[in-house]
């Protein structure tokens, strides 16, 4: 993926405090936003991860405020026996999501702001199941190659509209967002990519699917 990402002048860097940790993000206002999106990431991906800036800067020049953290701290994200299994913890991710969520909702500079949720891959279960702890305070989610079956018990209490984004060439994970798509009870739709595996690599993959959640979230956050 061969695109130049501009350093935003509007960006901020923010600790972020979820229950006993404090997270760093990177933190966008455009003016007049009335939404901001909160970022989680897959595993093995961290805030600076170029796929996500580019999603974020889209949704940016869509006037959507971002907040790209990092749901681990340093020391969490060191690779070890000790440590790797929190890569895949989806009850530890959600409720780092959660209080980032009460962490938006509370900050001055950002309560007044509708919020929704863009997660990839373990980043997109994550998502789903802390939608479903804060379905007050979520309002919009787009998953991008999420793993909705790492959160099934939460799949049917989520309140807030999703949009499911798959790769063509990702055939188990299609699988896996068709089966959500039947149990979400909540407005929902999945959009199936062509010619574009899990990390939407490929020419045009990732702009669509970042076109999409524009689409999406200036819909429902405004």
Partial sequence: MNRTLTQNPQEHLVLVTA??????????????????????????SSRHSPRNRYVAEVLQQAGLATLLIDLLTLEEEEID??????????????????????????????????VGYFGASTGGGAALVAAAERPE?????????????LAPSALPHVKAPTLLIVGGYDLAVIAMNEDALQQLQTSKRLVIIPNASHLFEEPGALT?????????????LR
């Fill in 19 to 44: 229950g006993k940790v404090q997270l760093e993000g990177n933190l966008v206002i455009p003016d007049y936003a009335t939404g901001i999106v909160l970022f989680a990431h897959g595993s093995g």
């Fill in 81 to 114: 026996l000790r440590t790797r299994h929190l890569r895949f913890d989806i009850g530890l991710l959600a409720s780092r999501l959660v209080g980032a969520t009460d962490w938006l909702t509370h900050n001055p500079d950002t309560r007044h702001l509708k």
């Fill in 137 to 149: 305070a979520v309002q919009a989610i787009v998953s991008r190659g999420g793993r909705p079956d």
């Fill in 208 to 220: 669509a699917a970042a076109q999409l959640a524009s689409e999406w979230f200036t819909h429902y």
